[in-house]
Structures are given as C-alpha cells and as structure tokens.
C-alpha cells in the first residue's frame, strides 16, 4: 500500500510549542507530500519532499525524509492556534501517476 | 486563481433520488479527482481522470456512482439512487502533470 501512516493519531500543544509529527510508508517512494485539513474544509497541499532529499523547509514547517527508515517527520515550529488541523502524509509512489492514498492522519490542536 | 470550484456546497435529499455534483478544476490542469470522506473511512479516492480520460476508476463503490468528464473545465459526480450510506462530504481536486493535488471545499451531502 501507498498509504502513509501517521503517528500520533492526536497530538495537543500550547501556541509558541513545537509540533511534530510523523509518518511511516511501506513501499518505494518518489516523492512524500503533507497535506493539511482545517474543520470542515477542504485539504491543502503544504510540502512535497522528494527521494532523494532529506530535509525540506517552508516557512515555519521542516520536513524530513529518511528513505533508510521510511518515515518522514513533519515540524510546525512556534506553533499557532490557526495550526489547529489534521495533517496527512501521502506516499507518492510513482506506480500510479497522480494517485494518492491517505490516512488517518495526525490530529493536531493548538491551545492559545 | 479562482481554485477548485465544487457545487453545490451543501445538498440535503431524499433516498432513491438522484444527486450530482459539480466540479471545475484550476484552469490549465489535466488531472481531476473525486474523493469521499467520512468518519468511519476517512478519505477515500473514487475516480480519477488525466486529459478528460478516466484512468482509474476502481474507487467508486458500486454501480449507482457515475462520473464523467466532457472537456477540461468540468467534471460530474452522479449517485442515483441515493441511499443515505452515501452520506458524507465529497472533494474535487485537480493537479498538472506534479503530484500535488489543489482540493476544492467540498460538497457536504446528506440522504435521508
């Protein structure tokens, strides 16, 4: 399966804190994406980090990638109530063009 | 950018009766996506197409879902009949020859 996994299910800061969160996949990689989800909206695209790169930054948001391990860590640094969300990792990889399977996701709140 | 358009947002129907969803993708896009969430299966892809074409239409839960293409601006999503199992809210998502996926808002549908 493409599926990514995310650990922990449910992860709960105070604003300023950092954030991290991780995933596990279990087939070969092209790329790994992390998506984000606000309540009751739709889903959007953060970072995409590619096999062959280890770490990845945008913004507040790092992102690594350990193709050894497979499993890619997600940071939110100084984190914020808005941060407040679910966060996906998909496994792009590559036998499907365009096909993403997701998961359960991390759900992540921030107390202000 | 306009982004993914989905219509309508919300749609409230009755068993047996049919629903279709709408959605225009982010112009210059050449893959489009169908996907359903819900609490008990989280987000799953129904149908995909790359060019108008449908590429992998494994996703769709059985014969009352249909989806089409006509040209590159516009995709349907149609249940008929409706059964209020297929209760849940529904996304869109376009994406150009990447594997980054630009979702839309969702429709929200409700069978009862």
């Known amino acids: 399966s493409q599926q990514g996994e995310e650990d922990p299910q449910a992860l709960s800061i105070q604003e300023g804190e950092n954030a991290t969160m991780n995933c596990s996949y279990k087939?070969?990689?092209?790329?790994l994406q992390w998506y984000r989800q606000n309540s009751g909206r739709g889903l959007v695209h953060l970072i995409l980090?590619?096999?062959?790169?280890r770490e990845k930054h945008s913004g507040r948001l790092r992102v690594t990638l350990d193709t050894s391990k497979k499993s890619s860590s997600l940071l939110i640094t100084a984190s914020r109530a808005a941060d407040t969300a679910s966060y996906f990792c998909?496994?792009?990889?590559?036998?499907?063009?365009?096909?993403?399977?997701f998961g359960q996701g991390t759900i992540l709140t921030v107390h202000p | 950018d306009a982004g993914v358009i989905q219509s309508p947002r919300h749609e409230v129907t009755e068993m047996g009766q049919e629903v279709t969803l709408r959605c225009k993708p982010i112009?210059?896009?050449?893959?489009l996506f169908w996907y359903r969430q819900t609490m008990m299966r989280g987000l799953e892809l129904l149908i995909y197409?790359?060019?108008?074409?449908?590429?992998?239409d494994s996703g769709m839960p059985e014969d009352r879902f249909s989806a089409k293409m006509p040209n590159a601006s516009f995709s349907t999503l149609k249940i008929q009949p409706s059964e209020p199992r297929d209760s849940a809210v529904y996304f869109c998502?376009?994406?150009?020859?990447?594997?980054?996926?630009?979702f839309g808002p969702g429709t929200r549908l409700t069978v009862t």
């Open positions: 998502a376009s994406s150009l020859d990447t594997y980054e996926q630009y």
């Open positions: 087939t070969s990689i092209n790329n």
């Open positions: 980090i590619r096999s062959n790169e």
């Open positions: 998909v496994n792009a990889g590559g036998t499907s063009y365009g096909k993403l399977t």
């Open positions: 112009s210059g896009h050449n893959s």
């Open positions: 197409f790359n060019n108008n074409v449908p590429i992998d």
